[in-house]
């Protein structure tokens, strides 16, 4: 089993910016991507971004609504990932998601992914 544990969440004006971390424990050398997914209230939970990693090398992949803005890394040394969001605007407040699964290739659909984090929630206010 893989625990995820998100943080770094909470209020911010618009134009800010934040920073949320996913920490990954147990069997992860189970785990070889891992993404980020939003839900904003009343409606689907979204993805967001995600990072794979296989031959010392990554790739990245992010929705359009957060190209650009957001930036998502990893420090394979602690287990973590990151992703960095920048210009916040009101419609990015929703709580954030971290998801990892056993595959080295980026997915942005749910079933893709095998482990859920509990969430963090981001509000920007206008």
């Known amino acids: 089993q893989v625990q995820l544990v998100e943080s770094g969440g909470g209020l911010v004006q618009a134009g800010g910016s934040l920073r949320l971390s996913c920490a990954a424990s147990g069997r992860t050398f189970d785990v070889l991507a891992m993404g980020w997914f939003r839900q904003a209230p009343g409606k689907e939970r979204d993805f967001v971004a995600s990072i794979s990693w296989s031959g010392g090398s990554d790739t990245t992949y992010y929705a359009n609504s957060v190209k650009g803005r957001f930036t998502i890394s990893r420090d394979g040394a602690k287990n973590t990932v990151h992703l960095q969001m920048n210009s916040l605007k009101s419609e990015d407040t929703a709580v954030y998601y971290c998801?990892?699964?056993?595959?080295?290739?980026?997915?942005?659909?749910?079933?893709?992914?095998?482990?859920w984090g509990q969430g963090t929630p981001v509000t920007v206010s206008s």
């Open positions: 998801a990892a699964r056993s595959i080295p290739l980026v997915a942005a659909k749910e079933h893709d992914y095998d482990y």
